[in-house]
């Protein structure tokens, strides 16, 4: 079956830690996103890229970093520069043919 | 101001009855307006979709869009306990890149 999958489920990171939240497809879209989900703030785009090699920031991207070295993977970074990490991140993607997004089952991200 | 406003809830509602859920949005060059039903723990699923002003209906379920208001509404006819979910609103220029509104959590009570 096609679809996103994001790993791990839960994470957890100490402070001062950097740590990669994996996301893969294996739909052939050609876009991907990244998206954070707080309580009461709806979704907020961290960084989102349309094609291979090339990845423009979101409205939230300080403190995060991403790389498109391959069309079906999009990692997400989260460095210690974030002073507020800790939530619900979500991936995404998009064909440009197809209406809306498809999302992964997203990353619960704490720190301890 | 936000971009895309949306009520939170939570709203609570028996079995059977209609949902109603709205959104407004201030920027007038958005032209596509998608609904995502999310369950906890998951990640949002598209329910629904509409390009421009007008009506939709797909089942139980209606989206309208009035865009000399700034309004998008979500109908759920008939509802039931598998419908409990959060709804989230999205819009865009370019259906490239979407802006949510928070979401409203939805109970239909048995």
């Known amino acids: 079956d096609g679809g996103i999958t994001q790993s791990p489920k839960y994470l957890f990171r100490k402070e001062g830690q950097n740590v990669t939240l994996s996301c893969e497809q294996n739909l052939n879209h050609d876009a991907m996103y990244w998206y954070r989900q707080d309580p009461g703030q709806g979704l907020r785009l961290i960084y989102y890229s349309q094609i291979v090699n090339d990845f423009q920031k979101g409205d939230i991207a300080e403190g995060y970093s991403v790389s498109r070295e391959k069309k079906e993977s999009f990692p997400l970074t989260v460095t210690s520069a974030q002073k507020n990490p800790t939530a619900f991140y979500l991936c995404?993607?998009?064909?440009?043919?197809?209406?809306?997004?498809?999302f992964g089952s997203g990353t619960r991200l704490t720190v301890v | 101001q936000k971009e895309v406003e949306q009520d939170p809830g939570p709203l609570s509602v028996p079995e059977g009855a209609i949902v109603s859920l709205n959104c407004t949005y201030s920027?007038?060059?958005?032209?596509?307006f998608m609904w995502y039903r999310q369950y906890s723990r998951k990640g949002p699923e598209l329910l629904m979709y509409t390009y421009s002003s007008g009506n939709k209906e797909d089942g139980r379920f209606t989206a309208q869009v009035d865009k000399s208001s700034k309004y998008i509404s979500l109908f759920i006819r008939d509802s039931q306990p598998s419908d409990s979910a959060t709804y989230l609103c999205a819009m865009s220029e370019d259906d490239y890149k979407l802006s949510f509104g928070a979401g409203t959590t939805v109970t239909v009570r048995a």
């Open positions: 920027n007038s060059a958005f032209q596509y």
């Open positions: 995404a993607s998009r064909r440009a043919s197809e209406w809306g997004y498809t």
